[in-house]
């Protein structure tokens, strides 16, 4: 008489955080057991070289076989060969389309074809990242705008549904598509100055005010709202009423500022203001628009550097700015309020952005 067994053989894929994070940043195999090696002596865990060497080696040959599952996020958590658990799921996804605020400052402007991914030596030299590391990263933001560059909606629910990321991280990824898909001009010596981190907090205003995501769900927020541009041109009547913008302004700001800010805006009001309003009168035309960040800083920025505004008071002036000119029947009589309020939400929040004194 035969007894019947059932077995079942369970094969529990591990992954050591430590060692996937040195395969990510890009360390070859030697070195991610030097790097080990080196801690297990400080923290005198008894380790040898040929112990470390192996579980290192061990998990490299699994990172490479997951590496065709991350590039398709969906796949690994619907795939049966690597018996791995949710959170660890996660963390591999999350980890592996991590981004680097130094990589990705060299990435954008930079066309996202496969001749230039053959030229990431000098983004690696720039940003001091390995150079893997520059291509995992180059790799994952060239799939991430293939994948959603034509999606309708929000763009960043889009990359978050496809890749299966965190928000944080698909917002970063959401700036990065955003400025590829305007084709902004981010490359030129001038703007150098200016972090990943400062270029994301302007991408935000922008998408939040400027493009068709104010207008409801079935458009685009990697598009801009072209009839709204093209309302901006009528901004140009507040230049007919300069004196009394400037009066409301100083009536307002004269007990706040500090004495020399005053004096820079009682002297260079017509300055500002013409650069102010004339950049928003030049939006609706692709060139212009492309060049909103280099155009920002020549027209807006380096001049009130010269007048060495603290930033305090620059954000009290742009506030007044904006609020002293929706007081005036000029703005009301030609049904401009709205448009006035959308264009100045996201020039301020640039300009403060991009002001380093």
């Not at 720039?126 to 590391?133: D, E, F, K, M, T």
């Not at 009001?269 to 020549?298: K, P, W």
């Amino acid at each position: 008489m035969h007894t019947e067994v059932d077995v079942f053989v369970s094969n529990f894929t591990l992954i050591d955080p430590e060692i996937y994070q040195l395969w990510i940043e890009g360390c070859s195999s030697s070195e991610a057991v030097s790097t080990l090696h080196k801690r297990a002596v400080e923290k005198q865990t008894g380790a040898t070289v040929d112990l470390i060497a192996s579980d290192v080696l061990d998990h490299y040959r699994t990172f490479a076989l997951l590496e065709r599952l991350l590039t398709v996020p969906s796949k690994l958590s619907e795939q049966m060969i690597f018996q791995i658990d949710e959170p660890t799921k996660q963390m591999l996804i999350e980890k592996y389309y991590d981004l680097d605020d130094a990589v990705i400052r060299e990435l954008l402007g930079r066309k996202l074809s496969s001749r230039h991914r053959k030229d990431l030596d000098e983004v690696a030299e720039r940003s001091g990242a390995p150079l893997r590391c520059c291509r995992r990263q180059f790799d994952n933001v060239r799939r991430v705008f293939k994948a959603v560059e034509e999606m309708p909606g929000n763009v960043v629910a889009n990359i978050r549904n496809t890749f299966l990321i965190s928000e944080p991280l698909a917002k970063k990824y959401g700036a990065v598509v955003f400025i590829a898909c305007m084709r902004f001009e981010t490359t030129k010596r001038k703007l150098q100055y200016l972090t990943f981190n400062d270029f994301f907090h302007c991408a935000q205003a922008i998408m939040g005010s400027w493009t068709y995501s104010c207008t409801g769900p079935e458009y685009y927020d990697t598009e801009m709202d072209r009839e709204f541009l093209l309302e901006l041109r009528e901004l140009r009547i507040l230049l007919d009423k300069e004196k009394e913008h400037k009066h409301l302004i100083c009536m307002r700001l004269k007990p706040k500022l500090l004495e020399k800010s005053y004096q820079e805006l009682e002297l260079n009001f017509r300055l500002y203001t013409r650069a102010l309003v004339g950049l928003a009168c030049n939006l609706h035309r692709a060139r212009e628009l492309r060049s909103l960040f280099i155009d920002l800083l020549e027209r807006c920025v380096e001049p009130l550097r010269l007048g060495s505004w603290p930033k305090t008071d620059l954000a009290q002036f742009l506030c007044a700015y904006e609020q002293c000119a929706l007081q005036m029947d000029v703005l009301r009589e030609a049904d401009l309020k709205s448009v006035w309020e959308r264009y100045m939400r996201v020039v301020s929040q640039c300009l403060l952005t991009m002001y380093h004194p």
